[in-house]
């Protein structure tokens, strides 16, 4: 209860990778973390193992059906979402992206001038929050009713931690985090349903791109008739894909930059080189190839999807382990990035691995920030943009100091996240410094 997911990634890194079962009282699920067994689950059987059972229960609690989900309904969200996800499609919103984040960026210059310190975890989510309501909302949403929008995610993404660690208790009984949660949900929704019929209001099909008006004309049609509520559904899956892991990522960052000086000066010298001292531009982010290298190895130690849950539907077998219908089956990245059998180093945090000269041939499903298979997370394309866009506009006008510097607990909730609070300082870069 401590560290529960430092606790798995034990587990599964004392057993080499061997299947673990997991005793948590009337519950035994099995940890997967061998890449084998991960591609057999992901890939090779994906049909066998599905998104069911109560490790998704507290998710779909505000995510409802769609792209969580399986069979037709998830083929029909998968269909109408994925060309919104493509590398083409997001490479066109990146000026977009890079406006809005620049602007927020530019807004934290008041707590650059006071030397007041920010939440590294609220900040970066609402410059993410910003960017996404810019690039997948079309402009329909205020920049205050994002503001809004964004801790209510925060707060579901958190607030299931008990519930993800004791899945079987029953939903009658009240547990920590459910007042939070349930409180959280009717909020989002207060917000959501108001957009979503103000976009039908307006003709949202009328051949304009952003996330809802896809959505009204996919799943309402032409006459209007459709699911308001799989639209609302689509939509809050969708707005909490494409934020998440990159906050959640970017919060972990600054920390680690603190605890690796020498990185965070190389990645200095590199953004001042390319970017200089202006905010990043989408032609800046194939040139920041430090940077990129810094996001993998952010990627694989510290990947917000840390837990992938998935139930058995019929007997199998992996890795010679019987597994019987009904069994739920947990991948963790966060254990197999750090199997040593496969990573050189495991717990180092190492950005130079991942350089084309020293980067050694692994197994392919040794890492697997995003998931893997035909349930990989759409959202991959928009974070290898928006990523590099935020930390470079940062740094490329601020250094960023950690005030309260301390040992580091990942909170079990939906991502991720730190569990304690991350405060940074920001002190201007002056333009004769970067010359």
């Given amino acids: 209860m401590k560290d529960p997911v430092a606790e798995l990634a034990r587990m599964g890194t004392e057993a080499a990778g ?16 061998h890449p084998d067994h991960v ?70 210059e008041v707590h650059a ?32 009713t994002a503001e809004r929008l964004a801790p209510e995610f925060a707060t579901c993404a958190t607030s299931i931690a008990f519930r993800l660690l004791f899945p079987f208790v029953p939903y009658s009984i ?3 985090g459910d007042r939070a949660y349930l409180r959280a949900m009717n909020n989002i929704d207060e917000i959501v349903y108001p957009l979503i019929e103000q976009a039908r209001r307006e003709g949202a099909s009328e051949g304009k791109t952003d996330l809802i008006s896809v959505l009204l ?12 509520r799989q639209v609302r559904d689509d939509l809050v899956s969708m707005y909490a894909t494409a934020t998440e892991t990159t906050a959640t990522s970017l919060t972990w960052l600054w920390a680690v930059l603190h605890e690796h000086p020498d990185v965070s000066a190389r990645l200095h010298e590199e953004i001042g080189r390319v970017v200089g001292h202006d905010p990043a531009r989408p032609e800046h982010v194939p040139r920041l190839t430090y940077l990129n290298m810094v996001l993998q190895e ?26 019987k219908a009904g069994s739920q089956v947990l991948i963790s990245p966060f254990t197999t990035h750090r199997l040593a059998e496969f990573w050189d ?18 197994h392919r499903y040794a890492f697997f920030p995003f998931g893997a298979g035909p349930h990989s997370c759409l959202g991959q394309n928009l974070f ?11 740094l490329s006008r601020y250094r960023l100091t950690v005030t309260n510097p301390q040992p580091l607990t990942a909170l079990p909730g939906a991502s991720a996240r730190p569990k304690e609070q991350i405060m940074l300082r920001l002190v201007p870069i002056e333009r004769s410094t970067r010359s």
Avoid at 117 to 144: C, E, H, Y
Avoid at 384 to 394: F, K, T
Wanted: net charge positive.
């Fill in 298 to 323: 952010l990627l694989r130690l510290y990947p917000a999807g840390w837990l992938i849950p998935r139930q058995a539907v019929s007997d199998t077998k992996i890795g010679g382990v019987p597994i």
């Fill in 345 to 362: 180093r495991p717990l180092e945090f190492d950005p130079g691995r991942w350089t084309g000269d020293g980067a050694t041939p692994r």
């Fill in 39 to 108: 591609q057999q689950v992901l890939t090779a059987q994906w049909s066998n193992f599905t998104r069911d059972g109560m490790f998704w229960r507290p998710v779909r609690r505000v995510t409802g059906r769609g792209i969580l989900r399986e069979g037709d309904e998830w083929v029909t969200a998968r269909k109408i979402l994925q060309p919104l996800f493509t590398a083409r499609y997001t490479a066109n919103l990146a000026e977009d992206m890079a406006d809005a984040i620049a602007e927020r960026v530019h807004g934290l």
């Fill in 113 to 144: 001038q006071t030397g007041e310190p920010i939440d590294a975890a609220d900040q970066m989510t609402a410059i993410i929050n910003q960017a996404v309501v810019k690039v997948l909302f079309g402009g329909r949403i205020s920049r205050d």
């Fill in 217 to 228: 004309a996919a799943r309402l049609g032409p006459d209007g008739r459709g699911d308001m």
């Fill in 384 to 394: 290898r943009i928006e990523a590099p866009l935020v930390i470079a506009s940062l």
């Fill in 18 to 33: 061997q299947v673990v079962r997991v005793d948590l009282g009337p519950f035994r699920p099995y940890l997967v973390s």
């Fill in 174 to 176: 009240k547990v920590p």
